[in-house]
């Protein structure tokens, strides 16, 4: 079974910090995606990361996947009250059966305070 | 276009009902997914179909639960004799053949079982 732990599970700050969320695995990863959802709505997609190392930028937020492709990180630079809401990773498994079956991490809630 | 549609949006049942929850996917999307969300928590993978048959039930919790898809298109998630754990959200995602680790999700379905 592929698990991913998602850290911290809260965070709670001011507007204009910067913070980083964290998605450990000790398995492998053929991809690795990044959502954003808002109470009462589905999961919304933010990024998918695939080749070991790569760093995807989308305006304030910067995506890492590790070289290892077990592990990624989300950057927010200079944070605002939009950017509350509850952030998950989710992996895509390795090997053809597994194609396109996501293992999602717990989640962090990240609420930014004006 | 229009995206994936769930109903209804809030389902508040007595233990041992039966429950149908309903997905629309997105057209042309051969591939449909269930998760199961609890409260403010990660996505727990239930089932997967490829058109109408479904390769992968492996996250569903128990016989109790059970998944159909008719016409490539609308699938029902069944839950026979609720539990007061089967209270959660239950969320349907779909995404083209090509590119079903792009899965876009519907706003998801309330269950309390009271």
């Known amino acids: 079974t592929q698990l991913l732990e998602q850290s911290p599970q809260f965070l709670s700050i001011q507007e204009g910090e910067n913070l980083t969320v964290y998605c450990n695995s000790s398995s492998v990863f053929s991809s690795l995606q990044w959502y954003r959802q808002e109470p009462g709505e589905g999961p919304v997609l933010l990024v998918t990361v695939v080749t070991g190392g790569e760093v995807k930028k989308l305006k304030r937020l910067t995506f890492q996947f590790g070289d290892a492709r077990k592990d990624s990180s989300l950057h927010i630079t200079a944070a605002q009250p939009g950017d509350t809401g509850l952030y998950l990773c989710?992996?895509?498994?390795?090997?053809?059966?597994?194609?396109?079956?996501?293992?999602f991490g717990q989640g962090t809630i990240l609420t930014v305070h004006p | 276009g229009a995206g994936v549609s769930q109903s209804p949006s809030n389902k508040v049942t007595e233990k041992g009902k039966d429950v149908e929850l309903r997905c629309d996917p997105i057209s042309g999307h051969t591939a449909l997914y269930w998760y199961r969300q609890s409260l403010g928590q990660g996505l727990e993978f239930l089932i997967y179909?490829?058109?109408?048959?479904?390769?992968?039930k492996s996250g569903l919790p128990s016989d109790r639960f059970s998944a159909e898809r008719t016409g490539g298109s609308v699938s029902t998630l069944t839950i026979q004799r609720t539990q007061q754990e089967d209270s959660a959200v239950y969320l349907c995602?779909?995404?083209?053949?090509?590119?079903?680790?792009?899965?876009?999700f519907g706003p998801g379905t309330r269950l309390l079982v009271l």
């Open positions: 179909f490829q058109g109408n048959s479904a390769p992968d």
């Open positions: 995602a779909s995404s083209p053949t090509r590119d079903r680790r792009t899965q876009y």
């Open positions: 989710a992996g895509e498994g390795a090997g053809g059966t597994s194609y396109g079956k996501l293992t």
